[in-house]
Each structure stands twice: as structure tokens, then as C-alpha cells.
């Protein structure tokens, strides 16, 4: 079993650092918010005061960051606390720059490191039941397995440096433009007398077919899982989705790669969160297109 340092115990660091602890690994972790930081130690992780302290001694070093510039500013303070041999493994989701930076960062520095962002919600996170996306040198992927697989259904090895954000913005750009084209879909069969039953027995079983139809349905009481049937409390929140297709619209722009539906989910999304949608579920985006559609007829 391994000594890990987690450094983010939000909505998903907390569990997957619980998950870590239930699988008889030793975790130290850090937040900046002290009920995180509770919540995370009632279920076994040591909770500290200073990221130093909780990378200090470790065999690997977990982050789950908002964003790239904390992800970047942690890495300054971790490389220099940890000792020689720690794998960094950063499950943020951030910009491909900022997460090959954060790779030659450790590098620099002498240290081994993955890019592992997740999919699977905070719902995937408390069953352990997450896929991890990981970019790293072939090495540094087989020492992060283990470590991961606590955590995970799957891990995944994308390739080099990075890739494991350049397949996750590109699996988000599909999930974010698929709820709008599914909840595009419902609003129009009902606004035609179609009922919502008829739309998902036929499409959940035909050309339609798609995980934001068949798990994550946005229309309450199709589907056990989705959020809709819990008042579109958030499993991966619209504000997040918007969060992710930017940094896809971000990345196709750099590479003059033509994203034009990738461009219009993001618009609908900004949109929604505009109107104060963002702390919902992502599902939650028929409701605006339900309005905007004049309601049912």
C-alpha cells in the first residue's frame, strides 16, 4: 500500500480520497476549505493544514484543482516539498498548455508525472467507479495504475504528456452537444403532441441512442440514474460542461481544427449559465430550450 498526498477534497476529491483510504491506502490531504477538509478525515484521510505538509513523506501526490493557474501555483509549492521518487498525478481538468507545463514542471524538477482527468461525476467518484484519462511516459502510466484503479472502472492510457486532457475536453465536446440534441429532441416531440415515454422507448433502443438518452435522460423518470429525477442536483454541473467545451473551443482554435458544433453547444451552454442554470446538473439545459420554445403545447 502507498503513502498519498491529495490536495483537493471537494465534491470529487473527498470521495476519490475516501475510496483511496477504503483500499488500505494512507492519505494525507489538503483543502482550502475546512469542511472539505472535515468531511474528507470523518471518512479516514489525515487532513492538514498546508499542501507542503501533505505531500511531505508521500509516495504519490494527488491533485483535483479548479483550474489551470491553481494546478500551476500548486506545482510550484509541491516540487519542493516532496521527496525524491514521488509520481505526480494530476486529476484536474485543465487547458492542454497548462497541463504540459504542470508536466515539465515535475520534470524539471526530477519527478514523474501523469495528467489523469476523470470521467464519471461526483456519483462515479463516490462509487469508484470513474474512468481516468491518463497522459504520461509509459513509466510513470504503470505507477500510476494501481494507485488509480481504487478509484476507477477504467484507466486509460491516451499517450504522451497532456493527452489525457486532450481526451477529455474531446469526450465532453460529444456529451455537451449530445443533452442539447437530446433535449432538443424531447422539446420538440412534446410541443407535438409526442409523449416523452414514446421518444426514449424508441430512441433509447435505435439511432438515437446515446449516454445522455440512456443515463443521464433529461427528462425525470425514464431513467434510475439521471438527475432529473432528483430535481437536477448536479452529477456534472452546467457550470462545469461550459467550463470543458471552452477549453474544447480553446484548443480547436490553436490547431485550426473547425468545431462549429463544439462553437454552438458552448454558446448554448454560456447561455444557460447566464441565466443562472450553472449549479445545476448539465441535463438541466431542456428547461431553458423548453422556455425559450414557448413552453408545451
Known amino acids: 500500500m502507498a503513502a498519498i ?3 483537493g477534497l ?20 489538503f483543502d482550502l476549505a475546512p469542511e472539505a477538509s472535515q468531511a474528507a478525515a470523518d471518512h479516514g484521510v ?11 513523506g508521500v509516495d504519490a501526490v494527488i491533485t483535483m484543482l479548479p483550474g489551470g493557474q491553481h494546478l500551476l501555483d500548486c506545482y510550484g509549492d509541491i516540487v519542493g516539498a516532496v521527496s525524491p521518487g514521488t509520481l505526480l498525478i494530476d486529476s484536474s481538468t485543465v487547458d492542454v498548455a497548462d497541463a504540459r507545463k504542470a508536466h515539465e514542471l515535475a520534470a524539471n524538477a ?3 508525472s501523469v495528467d489523469a482527468p476523470v470521467s464519471g461525476g461526483t456519483a462515479g467518484a463516490e462509487a469508484g467507479t470513474l474512468t481516468f484519462m491518463v497522459g504520461a511516459a509509459e513509466e510513470a502510466y504503470r505507477r500510476a495504475e494501481p494507485i488509480l484503479e481504487p478509484m476507477a472502472r477504467k ?3 491516451c499517450g504522451g504528456a497532456g493527452n489525457g486532457q486532450v481526451t477529455k475536453m474531446c469526450n465532453n465536446l460529444i456529451l455537451g452537444a449530445s443533452m442539447i440534441a437530446v433535449g432538443e429532441a424531447f422539446v420538440l416531440g412534446e410541443k407535438l403532441g409526442l409523449s416523452n415515454r414514446a421518444l426514449y422507448d424508441v430512441a433509447s433502443v435505435s439511432t438515437g441512442q446515446c449516454w445522455s438518452l440512456t443515463t443521464n435522460c433529461p427528462v425525470p423518470d425514464m431513467v434510475e440514474t ?3 429525477n432528483h430535481d437536477y442536483e448536479p452529477g456534472f454541473a452546467a457550470a462545469l460542461m461550459l467550463k470543458d ?7 480547436a482554435e490553436q490547431s485550426g481544427t473547425d468545431t462549429e458544433i463544439g462553437r454552438l453547444a458552448t454558446e448554448v451552454y454560456q447561455r444557460f449559465n447566464d441565466e443562472g442554470g450553472g449549479g445545476y446538473d448539465f441535463g ?4 431553458s430550450i423548453r422556455e425559450r420554445s414557448g413552453g408545451t403545447s
Do not use: C, Q, Y
Request: glycine residues 16%.
Open 110 to 112: 526530477g519527478f514523474g
Open 245 to 251: 467545451l471552452k477549453l474544447a473551443v480553446s484548443a
Open 284 to 287: 438541466a439545459v431542456i428547461n
Open 46 to 56: 489525515t487532513a492538514v493544514d498546508s499542501v507542503t505538509e501533505a505531500v511531505g
Open 10 to 29: 471537494g465534491h470529487m476529491g473527498g470521495p476519490m480520497s475516501t475510496n483511496l483510504v477504503k483500499a488500505g491506502h494512507t492519505v494525507k490531504g
Open 226 to 228: 439521471s438527475r432529473a
Open 155 to 157: 484507466v486509460i492510457h
Open 5 to 7: 498526498g491529495f490536495i
